[in-house]
Every structure is written in structure tokens, then in C-alpha cells.
């Protein structure tokens, strides 16, 4: 068997009507405004400090609660069974709401890989045929230059036009 580089199978999707891009972008701002009581960006520091707790936890965490409950005496007077309780409440609230987003995350990065593939894969066939014809078409030649801007930025290399 060789190891040549298989083509990939073309995927088209058709773009959105404006009608599905306005209803998507209010049910989002619909998200976004429901979920501003929950909103904290974290910093870099935070983030590497928080406690991890997760699915493999949850069973750790749930009897924590029950022996805070029926052993409050051991605890500080600091320690908030309340504030537990509302902790455990709101993460079984975001498990199911996690898995939603990232559904939609997977539909968007997915879509959107595969748009912005399809739109260079077609931007380099044209420059291609441009840079094949200029000779032919007054003004043309210029047009590939400003087209093969792109790839001089990257590197002063040639552009491969197979290799986006």
C-alpha cells in the first residue's frame, strides 16, 4: 500500500438564511443574558488554583454533604452547609446544559471547518486558473499579484495551490 494522501471527501453545506442567523444569534443572546448570574471569568491563576471535582467526585462530594449535615459539630463556624448545598445544586443544574453547549460547539467548530475549507479550496482553484490565464487578460496578472500577497506573508516560497 502507498502512502499517498487521500482526497478528502468534499462536504458542502448550504449557507444559512438570514431568517436562521437572526432566530440563532437571539436564542444565543438568550443564553448569554439567562446565564449572567453565573458569569465569573476566571483568571489564568484561578483557574489553575480551583479544586477539581468532576463525574468521578460525585459521589465523594455527595457524602461530604451528608456527613455535614448529620455531623455539623465538626465543622468551623465559617463552613456554610447552605453555601455546599447551592455549590452541588448548581453543578448538577450545568451538567446537562454542559453537554448542550458543547453539542453546539462540535456543530459550529464542524460547519465552520468545513465552510472555511471550502471556501480556500475554491479561492485556490481560481487563483490557479487566474495565474494560468493572466497572460490573456489584460489586468489579470495584477490581480494575481495582490492574490499571491497571501503567501508571501507566510513564507517567500512559491504558493502551492494544493496546499492551503
Do not use: C, W
Not at 471547518?113 to 489584460?138: F, G, R, T
Request: no cysteine; hydrophobic share 35%.
Amino acid at each position: 500500500m502507498s502512502a499517498t494522501r487521500s482526497h478528502p471527501m468534499k462536504i458542502t453545506l448550504p449557507p444559512l438564511t438570514p431568517e436562521q442567523v437572526t432566530a440563532i444569534a437571539q436564542a444565543l443572546d438568550v443564553v448569554i443574558s439567562q446565564s449572567q448570574s453565573i458569569k465569573h471569568v476566571l483568571t489564568p491563576g484561578e483557574r489553575r488554583n480551583m479544586v477539581k471535582g468532576g463525574d468521578k467526585s460525585q459521589p465523594f462530594i455527595a457524602k461530604a454533604l451528608e456527613v455535614s449535615k448529620s455531623y455539623p459539630d465538626i465543622l468551623k463556624r465559617s463552613f456554610s452547609v447552605e453555601e455546599m448545598e447551592n455549590a452541588i445544586t448548581l453543578a448538577h443544574q450545568l451538567a446537562p446544559l454542559m453537554i448542550k453547549i458543547e453539542q453546539i460547539n462540535a456543530i459550529y467548530n464542524d460547519a465552520d471547518l468545513i465552510a472555511d475549507s471550502n471556501a480556500m479550496k475554491n479561492a485556490l482553484e481560481v487563483y490557479k486558473s487566474a495565474q494560468d490565464e493572466a497572460a490573456n487578460y489584460p489586468g489579470l496578472e495584477e490581480e494575481v499579484r495582490d492574490m499571491g500577497k497571501r503567501f508571501h506573508r507566510e513564507s517567500q516560497q512559491q504558493p502551492n495551490p494544493n496546499n492551503g
